[in-house]
């Protein structure tokens, strides 16, 4: 084996921690790519839940409106309906003729 000098011996080594910092830097990588793309899903979940939220106001905003507009029916078909009872006998009598109790004499 031949004798190295100093500087072969220094170039190796720094060979060998250039490598180890490469690996580091590749694990730190891969880290970082993890974490953005774990970025990436939270951010695309939000938006889907934000979508879900506004689907679910909508629905339950067209379902009040439909209460509301059946009730709404509901007050009016009362009001067609024929009168009952004594409403009924007194909107189908003849009407009484006017008595005119002050002013001129006729």
């Known amino acids: 084996m031949k004798n ?3 500087n072969q011996i220094a170039l190796s ?3 060998v921690r250039l490598g180890a910092i490469r690996e580091s830097l590749k694990i730190q990588k891969n880290v970082i790519v993890g974490i953005r793309n774990a970025i990436k899903r939270e951010k ?5 839940a934000k979508i879900n939220a506004k689907q679910v106001k909508a629905a ?5 409106k439909a209460a509301r507009v ?4 509901a007050k009016l078909a009362a009001l067609k309906a024929p009168l009952a ?3 009924a006998r007194k909107a189908a009598r003849k009407p009484s003729k006017v008595v005119i ?3 001129p004499k006729a």
């Not at 339950?60 to 009040?64: D, K, L, Q, T």
């Not at 059946?70 to 029916?73: S, V």
């Open 60 to 64: 339950a905003s067209a379902e009040r």
């Open 4 to 6: 190295q000098t100093g």
């Open 85 to 87: 009872g004594t409403a």
């Open 44 to 48: 695309a979940s939000a938006r889907v």
């Open 70 to 73: 059946a009730k709404l029916e």
């Open 13 to 15: 080594e720094a060979k």
């Open 101 to 103: 109790t002050k002013g």
